[in-house]
């Protein structure tokens, strides 16, 4: 069976007999984001919604001020992504064997559910103003809504900075820059919702630019409250058929039998397996597993846990082969007495 790999980025804890030499593998990766990016853009977010705010007020915009609300979750978001980044650059110590790797996507679900919640609001908001419109200044809007599209083509660009600098897709980054790009399109409807109050006095314009803006927050808060609903749930990711992987491990050689094959995600971009694994009798079990977890690496799972062990010898087998075998399926019995989903077998001729 061989031993579960160290999570990357994290020390190997070391556990091991000492009367072996330990042939580990050190992944020496950094961290997952560069945090001085983040904080840059943050700055630069709270720092154009404070101004925002009084604009929205003066200019009596809806539209302004849902893009200011937007901007405090933008804020609020890339903060979380600060410390959650701290956080699960932690070494896994204690219970927690991974470590607070998934920090991470707790940050992405708050910033989901948190997108769909104001989104609702506004929305509601929104229907209020077009069933009794508000007189707009059209021209202060028009100006703060170009200013926000240009301070959040900077932001956007500083987050895809920092997502350049870390080592592995993190939907914790990936949930703040959802938060910059949707504000960023909310602030092209609202430019184009104060044009068309320059030109035709329509104040209905701003509730309608804000029920688009509406529109992108739930769009973005739903895709990251499934994305991270799914690794909370252990489900196989995205674009990985388990049942194809199965009958690819299946088909490897002198592979008689894979199941209890679970495949998940410890976090965004970190994709595990384990399994169970039977050889025909006689074949090098350690052989075996070295090129499965050689398969699972060209799939993209680098962390693997393989139990192998020989299949039953059929009758007639040689004495020893027979006895080895049974002695190795009678360890593995107590494991597969509830095996959890289907079994792969090689195809038959």
Same mark, same amino acid.
């Given at each position: 069976?061989?031993? *579960?790999?160290?999570?990357?980025?994290?020390?190997?804890?070391?556990?091991?007999?000492?009367?072996?030499?330990? %042939?580990?593998?050190? @992944?020496?990766?950094?961290?997952? +984001?560069?945090?001085?990016?983040?904080?840059?853009?943050?700055? %630069? !977010?709270?720092? =154009? $919604?404070?101004?925002?705010?009084?604009?929205?007020?003066?200019? @009596?915009?809806?539209?302004?001020?849902? /893009?200011?609300?937007?901007?405090?979750?933008?804020?609020?978001?890339?903060?979380?992504? %600060?410390?959650?980044?701290? !956080?699960?650059?932690? *070494?896994?110590?204690?219970?927690?064997?991974?470590?607070?790797?998934?920090?991470?996507?707790?940050?992405?679900?708050?910033?989901?559910?948190?997108?769909?919640?104001?989104?609702?609001?506004?929305?509601?908001?929104?229907?209020?103003?077009?069933?009794?419109?508000? &007189?707009?200044?059209?021209?202060?809007?028009?100006? #703060?809504?170009?200013?926000?599209?240009?301070?959040?083509?900077?932001?956007?660009? $500083?987050?895809?900075?920092?997502?350049? +600098?870390?080592?592995?897709?993190?939907?914790? #980054?990936?949930?703040?820059?959802? @938060? !910059? $790009?949707?504000?960023?399109?909310? =602030?092209?409807?609202?430019?184009?919702?104060?044009?068309?109050?320059?030109?035709?006095?329509?104040?209905?314009? /701003?509730?309608?630019?804000?029920? !688009?803006?509406?529109?992108?927050?739930?769009?973005?808060?739903?895709?990251?409250?499934?994305?991270?609903?799914?690794?909370?749930?252990?489900?196989?990711? +995205?674009?990985?058929?388990?049942?194809?992987?199965?009958?690819?491990?299946?088909?490897?050689?002198?592979?008689?039998?894979?199941?209890? %094959?679970?495949?998940?995600?410890?976090?965004?971009?970190?994709?595990?397996?384990?399994?169970?694994?039977?050889?025909?009798?006689?074949?090098?079990?350690?052989?075996?597993?070295?090129?499965?977890?050689?398969?699972?690496?060209?799939?993209?799972?680098?962390?693997?846990?393989?139990?192998?062990?020989?299949?039953?010898?059929?009758?007639?087998?040689?004495?020893?082969? +027979?006895?080895?075998?049974?002695?190795?399926?009678?360890?593995?019995?107590?494991?597969?007495?509830?095996?959890?989903?289907?079994?792969?077998?090689?195809?038959? &001729?």
């Amino acid at each position: 069976m061989s031993r *579960p790999a160290p999570v990357a980025g994290h020390q190997d804890p070391g556990y091991r007999n000492p009367g072996h030499p330990h %042939l580990g593998h050190a @992944h020496g990766l950094g961290q997952d +984001a560069d945090g001085r990016w983040l904080a840059a853009a943050g700055v %630069l !977010i709270v720092a =154009f $919604m404070a101004g925002e705010v009084v604009a929205g007020v003066a200019a @009596h915009s809806l539209a302004l001020l849902s /893009d200011a609300a937007h901007m405090l979750t933008d804020a609020a978001s890339i903060a979380l992504a %600060l410390v959650t980044t701290k !956080i699960a650059a932690r *070494p896994p110590r204690g219970g927690y064997t991974y470590g607070l790797r998934r920090m991470e996507i707790l940050s992405a679900q708050a910033n989901g559910i948190t997108l769909v919640v104001l989104g609702l609001w506004l929305g509601y908001e929104a229907i209020r103003r077009l069933i009794a419109p508000q &007189p707009v200044t059209g021209a202060l809007m028009l100006g #703060v809504a170009l200013g926000g599209v240009c301070v959040n083509l900077v932001a956007a660009w $500083m987050l895809a900075r920092s997502r350049r +600098a870390g080592t592995r897709r993190s939907l914790n #980054v990936e949930g703040a820059s959802a @938060h !910059i $790009m949707t504000d960023m399109y909310a =602030f092209a409807a609202t430019a184009a919702a104060a044009v068309v109050v320059l030109g035709t006095g329509f104040d209905r314009a /701003d509730p309608i630019a804000t029920l !688009i803006v509406v529109g992108l927050m739930l769009y973005a808060g739903g895709g990251l409250v499934r994305a991270s609903g799914r690794i909370f749930l252990e489900a196989a990711p +995205a674009g990985l058929d388990p049942a194809a992987l199965g009958a690819a491990m299946a088909a490897r050689p002198h592979v008689a039998e894979v199941h209890d %094959l679970h495949v998940w995600e410890i976090t965004s971009g970190m994709p595990a397996a384990s399994a169970h694994v039977l050889v025909a009798p006689g074949e090098d079990c350690h052989a075996v597993r070295a090129d499965l977890e050689a398969l699972l690496i060209k799939h993209g799972i680098t962390h693997a846990t393989l139990q192998v062990d020989h299949a039953p010898a059929p009758d007639g087998a040689p004495a020893a082969d +027979a006895a080895a075998a049974t002695a190795a399926d009678s360890a593995g019995q107590a494991h597969c007495e509830d095996s959890h989903g289907p079994s792969y077998r090689p195809a038959q &001729p």
